[in-house]
Each structure stands twice: as structure tokens, then as C-alpha cells.
């Protein structure tokens, strides 16, 4: 019987977790999934701080001042939103 490589297996199921977030979130955002995995890379945002950023920017209770404070207290949060607008503008 083969040894298992478990670091290897981790790293595989990490990457389709990743694949499938970024999926997720381009669909949600009319953005293509490999415009998000660049901006989740070029930010160095986590998954879970770009959910957070996004979910932010769409709660339609707080006011914009609201957001961007809020979301200077997101590690990375201000520089995803950065390489977002890039695209569009």
C-alpha cells in the first residue's frame, strides 16, 4: 500500500475550493473567473475578506462613508475594490 501524501491532497482540495469560490463570486459579479482569481491575487485579499468586502458593498442599509470605513478595516478590502474599479474604468 502507497503512502498517502497529505500535503499534496490538502493543497489540491484548497485549489478547488479556491476555483470554485472564484466561480462563484464571477457569476455573482457579471465578472469573468479569472478576472476575480487575478484580483484575489493582485490584492492578496483571503476569500473570506473579499466575501466580506463584497457583502459590504451591497448592503444597501449603509452609506458610502459607512462602506469605506468599514471596509478600511478589511485586510486587503480597499486594494480588491482598486483592481475592481481598474476593469471598469
Do not use: R
Not at 479569472?34 to 463584497?54: Q, R
Amino acid at each position: 500500500m502507497s503512502d498517502i501524501n497529505w500535503d499534496q491532497l490538502a493543497e489540491k482540495a484548497a485549489l478547488q475550493t479556491d476555483a470554485m469560490f472564484n466561480k462563484e463570486i464571477a457569476s455573482l459579479c457579471s465578472l469573468k473567473t479569472p478576472e476575480v482569481e487575478l484580483f484575489i491575487k493582485e490584492s492578496s485579499i483571503s476569500n473570506e475578506n473579499a466575501l466580506k468586502t463584497l457583502k459590504i458593498i451591497n448592503d444597501a442599509t449603509l452609506a458610502n462613508n459607512q462602506k469605506a470605513a468599514t471596509i478600511s478595516n478589511i485586510k486587503n478590502g480597499v486594494d480588491f475594490l482598486v483592481k475592481i474599479a481598474s476593469k471598469i474604468v
